[in-house]
Every structure is written in structure tokens, then in C-alpha cells.
Nanobody, 122 residues
Framework: QVQLVESGGGLVQAGGSLRLSCAAS????????MGWFRQAPGKEREFVAA????????YYADSVKGRFTISRDNAENTVYLQMNSLKPEDTAVYYC???????????????WGQGTQVTVSS
């Protein structure tokens, strides 16, 4: 079993930056794809970014491409999401996921975190 704990969320002004972290425990996730998803109030959960096990291949939703960067540290069993140029529409609860299978933009992940709130004020 894998436990995922997100951190780094908070309140930021539009144009600002945040860095989310997701620490995995219980089992190593270094051999699996990991991803970030988000869910805004009244909306369905949506894909944000994913990273393959070595970190060499990444995927992004069009809405965040060029602003967000996903990375991972397999030695630390941690995945990150650097979010720059934040917009009010980025406001959501952000979830980390591990154990992903293609397509990585879908809900094909075995483990999910509890989420961290990101609020971007205008």
C-alpha cells in the first residue's frame, strides 16, 4: 500500500508561483508513473500533469503547458509541481496520484492523495 501526502498549497495572487510536493510512503513509487490532477468547485477532476518513472517523459494539460513543470526525485520518493504565472482559474484542490498506466491523463492510477488547496486571487 502507498500513502501519498501533498503539501505546498495556499493562497497566492495572480501571477505568483507555488510549488507543490507529494511524498510517498509505504512502498517505493520510483518504478511507476505519477501525476497531478485538480478539481475546482462544481467541476470534475481534471488532469494537470504526469511524469514517467525516470522523469524523462512528461505530459501536460494544454491549460497549464508552459506555466507548470512536473518533476520527481526517486531517491526521495517525491514528485513536485512547480506552478508559475498562476491564474484565478487555477484555483482548485490539487491531487497527487501514483501507479499510473497509460493514458496518463486518465484516472488510471492506483493511489491518490487527499489533496491540497490552491487559491489564486485576482
Amino acid at each position: 500500500q502507498v500513502q501519498l501526502v501533498e503539501s505546498g498549497g495556499g493562497l497566492v495572487q495572480a501571477g505568483g508561483s507555488l510549488r507543490l510536493s507529494c511524498a510517498a510512503s509505504g512502498r517505493t513509487v520510483s518504478s511507476t508513473a505519477m501525476g497531478w490532477f485538480r478539481q475546482a468547485p462544481g467541476k470534475e477532476r481534471e488532469f494537470v500533469a504526469a511524469i514517467r518513472r525516470t522523469g524523462a517523459i512528461t505530459y501536460y494539460a494544454d491549460s497549464v503547458k508552459g506555466r507548470f513543470t512536473i518533476s520527481r526525485d526517486n531517491a526521495e520518493n517525491t514528485v513536485y509541481l512547480q506552478m508559475n504565472s498562476l491564474k484565478p482559474e487555477d484555483t482548485a484542490v490539487y491531487y497527487c496520484a501514483a501507479g499510473g498506466r497509460p493514458p496518463y491523463s486518465g484516472n488510471n492510477y492506483d493511489y491518490w492523495g487527499q489533496g491540497t488547496q490552491v487559491t489564486v486571487s485576482s
